[in-house]
T-cell receptor
Framework: GAVVSQHPSRVICKSGTSVKIECRSL??????MFWYRQFPKKSLMLMAT?????????EQGVEKDKFLINHASLTLSTLTVTSAHPEDSSFYIC??????????FGSGTQLSVL | QKEVEQNSGPLSVPEGAIASLNCTYS??????FFWYRQYSGKSPELIMS????GDKEDGRFTAQLNKASQYVSLLIRDSQPSDSATYLC????????????FGTGTQLKVEL
């Protein structure tokens, strides 16, 4: 069965609006979740590591004020793309490591900013 | 040199043939290696992990690891059209805080 649930699967929004993406771990507590971004025909790039009860750790070049991450519980992390612009259009994927070192991904969110 | 490198393809093989996908990595002390399959518009799904030199078999899939040469490969036997997807190689690079780093993926097309 699914290890992690991600919603919504697709979002189309106007430039300047904010979009929230939810990632839920199923059947286990996740103190850490990971957010990736993937542009067409490109690889997955780690954006940030979400830590339950504390600030997220952002990768170099990722604007923390633009990509707000909240990990308020052991089963839920949210990514909010603030003031979205067309260049933010991408496939956003969350992931968890419930055991060992294996990473499991959510179903992804395709964001299209008009 | 990219940290994890793959040929983008597409790699075309006939149905029933063996598909061979290759990946090289830059970190000599990496210990953990993964292959993910990603269908268009979907998120990646884990196919195999390998940690030791040699071969690891799981059904039609065989992962091969050679740490001395810094490459890891994935063989798919009896390829099926449903195997057509992009295959992502991922490595935990010790130099970068133990982060999972992905290659750009190889597109595989299995033709009837």
């Amino acid at each position: 069965g699914a290890v992690v649930s991600q919603h919504p699967s697709r979002v189309i929004c106007k430039s300047g609006t904010s979009v929230k993406i939810e990632c839920r771990s199923l059947d286990f507590q996740a103190t850490t979740m990971f957010w990736y971004r993937q542009f067409p025909k490109k690889s997955l790039m780690l954006m940030a590591t979400s830590n339950e009860g504390s600030k997220a750790t952002y990768e170099q070049g990722v604007e923390k004020d633009k990509f707000l991450i909240n990990h308020a519980s052991l089963t839920l992390s949210t990514l909010t793309v603030t003031s979205a612009h067309p260049e933010d259009s991408s496939f956003y994927i969350c992931s968890v490591k419930p055991r060992n070192e294996k990473l499991f991904f959510g179903s992804g969110t395709q964001l299209s900013v008009l | 040199q990219k940290e994890v490198e793959q040929n983008s393809g597409p790699l075309s093989v006939p149905e029933g043939a063996i598909a061979s996908l290759n990946c090289t990595y830059s970190d000599r002390v990496s210990q953990s290696f993964f292959w993910y399959r990603q269908y268009s518009g979907k998120s990646p799904e884990l196919i195999m992990s390998i940690y030791s030199n040699g071969d690891k078999e799981d059904g039609r899939f065989t992962a091969q690891l050679n740490k001395a040469s810094q490459y890891v490969s994935l063989l798919i036997r009896d390829s099926q059209p449903s195997d057509s997807a992009t295959y992502l190689c991922a490595v935990i690079l010790t130099g970068g805080g133990n982060k999972l780093t992905f290659g750009t993926g190889t597109q595989l097309k299995v033709e009837l």
